[in-house]
């Protein structure tokens, strides 16, 4: 690996490396974090905690997470003067898999969201997010158990890579001349403008992601979700590209809706993932009145971004949602909400989305055993009213406990 200037590495523990196409997890693989800002450091320490004990639980010490701490957001500011340092970079590029608690984004011009730019400098195309309720915790909507949806995100490209210029700036002049005079498009003079590129490449490789955990995981549907009944060549393009992809790759795993209507009575057969496309706004409206009809989801990076919050508030809110950003190897597991500062050190926020996401880490390494004993300790705990003030105060009868506290009682449920 590129040398390491400001860090140093744990002398114990090996690196993941990628071979023949595969993860090879060594039993005490070094995983470099970062704990966050705001209430980064109270829930990356309830959440450690909760990590440690479900893989010794799971393995009796015979495998064991080698902790790297590495730095962005303040805590790098503070440190060495950069928000996102090169060496927390290179760390996650060599160790290959990281985890990381919710970041500022600095206020001023010329600086984007951290979370984007570590997704655009590691290549990290697929931002994924299941979604699911776990029984005791309050919700909005009548039927949070019908929810139980993945999401895929595709984060390289559409209107995040920030290709815009603002109002009355010399470049958004000389853009809207040019596409005045070549393509005879109408811009008023005092607009921001904007590039949203989407492309085959970034869309089948999304898809093919989506397709492949639904595959492996045996669920029943991939919906492309888009708005290409208005932006054809993008949004209309992302469906089109996305299809060309399960016929191409997956035509023996996958069955579409007009073959389940012709050639099976309108009832996917068994061993096929249907998939299907619905526009953007009635993927809202579905997943609100009818959730079960949507398993796996593939999507651009805006709507996925809707899409996920959304659905996310109908089981308990933000807090509640797990996330990863994946390349065909490399993965960063985070946590999904913001950096709340007001809680900052108080030992009081919710940490289940950082939790999560350290269990979908676990089964991203193998250790299946370690996440579900996780899952389990969450269950329970949920189950006994045992929560942090933002679902207790929706409650009744709940014990309302710090972070720490909670982390100790999902600990003690795991067994």
């Known amino acids: 690996m590129a040398v390491l200037e400001t860090l140093t590495p ?62 962005a957001g303040e805590k ?61 915790v309050p919700s909005p909507v009548k039927h949070p158990e019908w929810v139980d949806v993945v999401i895929f995100r595709e984060n390289s490209e559409d209107i995040y890579v920030g290709l815009e210029h603002p109002s009355g700036s010399p470049e958004a002049k000389k853009l809207i001349e040019f596409v005045r005079r070549e393509f005879n498009w109408k811009v008023r003079d005092d607009a921001g403008v904007g590039l949203k590129p989407m492309s085959a490449f970034g869309t089948k ?21 888009h708005k290409g009944n208005i932006m054809k060549y993008t ?29 099976y009575g309108g009832k996917a057969p068994a061993g096929k993932v249907l998939i299907q496309d619905y526009i953007a706004d009635v993927t809202f409206q579905h997943l609100l009145t009818r959730p079960r009809d949507l398993d796996v989801i593939a999507t651009g990076n805006l709507n996925g971004d809707y899409i996920s919050d959304a659905v996310a508030a109908q089981v308990g809110g933000i807090g509640m949602a797990p996330g990863a950003n994946l390349s065909d190897f490399h993965a960063i597991f985070e946590a999904t909400h913001g950096t709340a500062p007001k809680y900052a050190n108080l030992d009081k926020v919710n940490p ?22 996780i899952v ?8 006994q009213k045992v929560v942090t003030y933002d679902l207790a105060r929706l409650m009744d009868g709940a014990k309302e406990v710090k972070t720490s506290e909670f ?5 003690d449920n795991m067994g």
Request: hydrophobic share 40%.
């Open 76 to 136: 790098a500011h503070s440190t060495y003067g950069n928000w996102l340092p090169e060496d927390t970079l290179r760390a996650f590029q060599h160790y290959v898999v990281g985890i990381k608690g919710p970041l500022t984004t600095p206020i001023g011009g010329g600086f984007r969201s951290l979370n984007v730019s570590l997704r655009q400098l590691l290549d990290l195309y697929a931002c994924v997010r299941p979604v699911r309720w776990f029984e005791g």
């Open 352 to 373: 289940g989305s950082l939790t999560l996401s350290g269990v979908m880490m676990l089964e991203y390494l193998g250790w299946n055993e370690a996440a579900s004993l």
């Open 376 to 383: 389990r300790g969450l269950e329970k705990t949920f189950k």
């Open 235 to 263: 949004e209309g393009a992302f469906a089109k590209w996305g299809y060309e992809l399960a016929r191409e790759e997956f035509g023996g795993q996958t069955v579409t809706w007009d073959e389940v209507q012709k050639s």
């Open 205 to 225: 490789r999304l898809v093919r992601k989506a397709l492949r955990y639904a595959v492996d995981r045996h669920r029943k549907s991939v919906t492309i979700v």
């Open 10 to 71: 744990p002398k114990e523990g090996q690196r993941i490396e990628i071979r023949d196409n595969h993860l090879q997890v060594p039993d005490h693989p070094i995983v470099p974090f970062i704990e966050g800002d705001g209430t980064g450091p109270d829930i990356w320490r309830a959440s450690q905690r909760i990590f440690d004990a479900a893989v010794k639980g799971a393995y009796g010490g015979k495998k064991r997470l080698v902790w790297f701490e590495v730095y």
């Open 407 to 411: 982390a100790s009682a999902v600990i």
